[in-house]
């Protein structure tokens, strides 16, 4: 285990340094770009109103503080002249407060329409950006996601990046709201004294470099505690889910896993704490010298109505312009350091979109010669890290028509070289052929099209039965009566018709009306997936019937050996009373090919797999 965490993380490799602010607001707006490329492609209306908007927001409270200044100045005038003039008094000043009363209509109807579109365009955004990420997800191959780095990126991209664009689009908006404003109190502050503004600066950049500083520092701790993260919410999904339950409560392991979680918690809390007091702290005090500032400039604005330079309206909108003057700053500030987050956040989902897509193939459909089957050629993998290869030198040939099956411990490389046949893994060294023709020259979707497999950890989807049975075709995905077909090879159709809404009842927990299977019959729903395939011509199973008893896995086989006449068959299981009908049977030990021939030849030899065969048989003597 991890060590206890360092007062401040480590940087994770790539990750930005605190030098970072000392490159200015090219740093700030990096992925500005690419924030606003998103937000406009995914709704051009909704985008111009909001900068339209922002706009108009900026400039409406200058001239509320404004027109507010003559309410009081002709509020004054008015009681002067009250006794001479009478009510005709009366008609300036509510001409004054109608339009200030417009003028707040028009902003409460802006701040709200801005809300609007807001809410609008993050929902229209987080959708898009989340299908980006899975639309990634389906080019990439199945090595990246066993790469816990990789899957680390795909993590941190699900959690935070999927908001940072409308975040940093939207501070953008804010920032020149921000911005508008306070260049419209600049120029009303510039006709009291050009230091008016200066005071507002002064005051508002010490926290605002603090507050950046501690957004680096918050990302940095983001990507160095991912993986504590990501096994957070892997011990959540043991102990809330069905599917871990019965040996959560049988083992009693809750308590443990609970312990775990805990721990998980305050290790990653005391990083958090740590920061949280630093950047509180150091906000408290820099804040202060905000508010003094404030304060002061009340003063200075007092001191200049007392000796005559200023009326009271005057007073009444220099101190408005001060208070909203610094609160404009602040939000430029603020806004600008908001940026350089949403910036260091959105870096992530750039990584992850920048991963390399590994290479499809060819184009091929067909290959040379379709009587040659498939071969292996000295094939050897390794996957990332191993110290050891998965198979090493392996050269076998399976012809059209033929039954292979694999036999193996644990570990030994079968499921592997199914995975090399799939292309789902490319080989290290070596060569497989298809009709003639090595793999990587294939189409991708074509050469699939080809092979029905079913491996040993089968998908189980919360989905009805005849869709649970029509993934195995995505064309016929919704085919009933391919459903039925497949369903009835798979031996399937007995136990579906006694459902109760047959090929539509749900299956799983986790929605209302769902059924579970037992062990065998899910395994009989992944067999007839294999079938669904109509028009391929290698059928593998891999170690599809471990759940059923050897009496119902020899029909399964005896059934399978049958329909897969005239086709590449490929089984494995560890079941040496079924494999035996297979026209050839190859014998993996530790990567290697160590024997190959028929049942009644590597009886003959004497060797590994004869003796393996008499170990099991008694057990049942």
């Known amino acids: 285990m991890r060590r206890n965490p360092p007062r401040h993380p480590p940087a994770a490799p790539g990750a930005p340094k605190p030098s970072a602010l000392k490159k200015g607001l090219t740093e700030v707006f990096a992925h500005m770009g690419e924030a606003l490329r998103l937000v406009w492609g995914t709704h051009r209306g909704l985008t111009l109103a909001l900068g339209?908007?922002?706009?108009?927001?900026?400039?409406?409270?200058?001239?509320?503080?404004?027109?507010?200044?003559?309410?009081?100045?002709?509020?004054?005038?008015?009681?002067?002249?009250?006794?001479?003039?009478?009510?005709?008094?009366?008609?300036?000043?509510?001409?004054?407060?109608?339009?200030?009363a417009a003028l707040m209509a028009a902003l409460a109807a802006t701040s709200r329409t801005l809300a609007t579109c807001q809410s609008l365009l993050r929902a229209l955004l987080g959708q898009r950006v989340n299908v980006m990420i899975l639309e990634k997800a389906l080019t990439l191959s199945l090595a990246q996601f066993e790469d816990s780095a990789f899957y680390d990126r795909l993590t941190r991209a699900r959690r935070e990046a999927s908001s940072r664009p409308l975040s940093m689009v939207m501070r953008t908006f804010g920032l020149a709201r921000d911005t508008v404003q306070l260049v419209s109190f600049g120029g009303l502050l510039w006709q009291f004294s050009p230091w008016a503004m200066a005071v507002l600066f002064i005051a508002g950049v010490p926290a605002?470099?603090?507050?950046?500083?501690?957004?680096?520092?918050?990302?940095?701790?983001?990507r160095w505690r991912s993986p504590e993260a990501r096994m957070q919410m892997y011990l959540e999904s043991v102990l809330a889910r069905e599917d871990h339950a019965k040996e959560v409560q049988l083992y009693g392991l809750g308590e443990l896993f609970l312990g775990r979680y805990r721990e998980i918690f305050h290790k990653l809390y005391a990083a958090d704490r740590a920061?949280?007091?630093?950047?509180?702290?150091?906000?408290?005090?820099?804040?202060?010298?905000?508010?003094?500032?404030?304060?002061?400039?009340?003063?200075?604005?007092?001191?200049?109505?007392?000796?005559?330079?200023?009326?009271?309206?005057?007073?009444?909108?220099?101190?408005?312009?001060?208070?909203?003057?610094?609160?404009?700053?602040?939000?430029?500030?603020?806004a600008i350091g908001g940026l350089y987050e949403d910036n260091l956040y959105l870096s992530t989902l750039t990584e992850y979109l920048a991963q390399p897509t590994?290479?499809?193939?060819?184009?091929?459909?067909?290959?040379?010669?379709?009587?040659?089957g498939v071969r292996f050629e000295n094939v050897s993998f390794s996957y990332p890290g191993a110290n050891e290869p998965a198979?090493?030198?392996?050269?076998?040939?399976?012809?059209?028509?033929?039954?292979?099956?694999?036999?193996?411990?644990?570990?030994?490389?079968?499921?592997t070289l199914i995975k090399l046949l799939t292309r789902l893994y490319v080989p290290s060294s070596g060569r497989i052929l298809l009709d003639g023709l090595d793999l990587q020259q294939w189409n991708e979707r074509r050469l699939r099209e080809r092979i029905g497999v079913i491996f040993q950890d089968f998908a189980r989807y919360q989905l009805p039965v005849g869709e649970n049975?029509?993934?195995?075709?995505?064309?016929?995905?919704?085919?009933?009566?391919?459903?039925?077909?497949?369903?009835?090879?798979?031996?399937?159709?007995?136990?579906?018709e006694e459902l109760p809404q047959k090929f539509h009842t749900r299956l799983g927990k986790w929605f209302d009306d769902g059924r579970e299977l037992s062990g065998g019959q899910w395994q009989k729903i992944a067999l007839s997936r294999a079938f669904m395939r109509t028009g391929a011509d290698i059928v593998v199973l891999d170690e599809p019937t471990a759940a059923m008893d050897a009496g119902a896995e020899a029909e399964v086989f005896a059934h399978f050996r049958e329909l897969t006449a005239g086709?590449?068959?490929?089984?494995?299981?560890?079941?040496?009373?079924?494999?035996?009908?297979?026209d050839q049977i190859a014998v993996l030990e530790h990567?290697?090919?160590?024997?190959?021939?028929?049942?009644?030849?590597?009886?003959?030899?004497?060797?590994?797999?004869?003796?393996?065969?008499?170990?099991?048989?008694r057990g049942y003597t």
């Open 52 to 100: 339209a908007l922002s706009v108009v927001a900026g400039l409406l409270p200058a001239g509320i503080a404004w027109v507010g200044a003559q309410i009081v100045d002709s509020v004054v005038g008015a009681m002067a002249a009250y006794p001479q003039q009478g009510r005709a008094v009366f008609q300036p000043v509510l001409e004054w407060v109608a339009l200030e």
């Open 208 to 222: 605002f470099v603090a507050e950046t500083k501690f957004s680096g520092d918050a990302f940095r701790l983001f």
């Open 275 to 334: 920061l949280t007091l630093r950047r509180d702290g150091w906000g408290l005090g820099l804040g202060l010298l905000g508010t003094a500032a404030l304060y002061g400039a009340y003063g200075w604005v007092a001191v200049s109505t007392i000796i005559g330079r200023l009326t009271l309206g005057q007073m009444t909108l220099y101190v408005l312009l001060f208070r909203q003057g610094q609160a404009a700053l602040s939000g430029v500030l603020s």
């Open 358 to 372: 590994p290479a499809r193939g060819g184009a091929a459909t067909v290959g040379p010669d379709p009587s040659d």
């Open 391 to 415: 198979l090493q030198n392996l050269t076998l040939h399976i012809r059209p028509g033929q039954a292979l099956a694999i036999v193996g411990e644990n570990g030994s490389g079968k499921t």
């Open 469 to 496: 049975v029509g993934v195995g075709d995505v064309n016929a995905f919704a085919d009933e009566p391919r459903w039925r077909e497949a369903a009835a090879a798979g031996l399937a159709l007995p136990f579906i």
């Open 567 to 582: 086709r590449i068959a490929v089984l494995i299981s560890h079941r040496f009373s079924t494999v035996r009908m297979a």
């Open 591 to 617: 990567g290697r090919l160590q024997e190959l021939g028929s049942h009644a030849e590597l009886l003959a030899k004497d060797g590994r797999y004869a003796a393996l065969f008499k170990l099991q048989a």
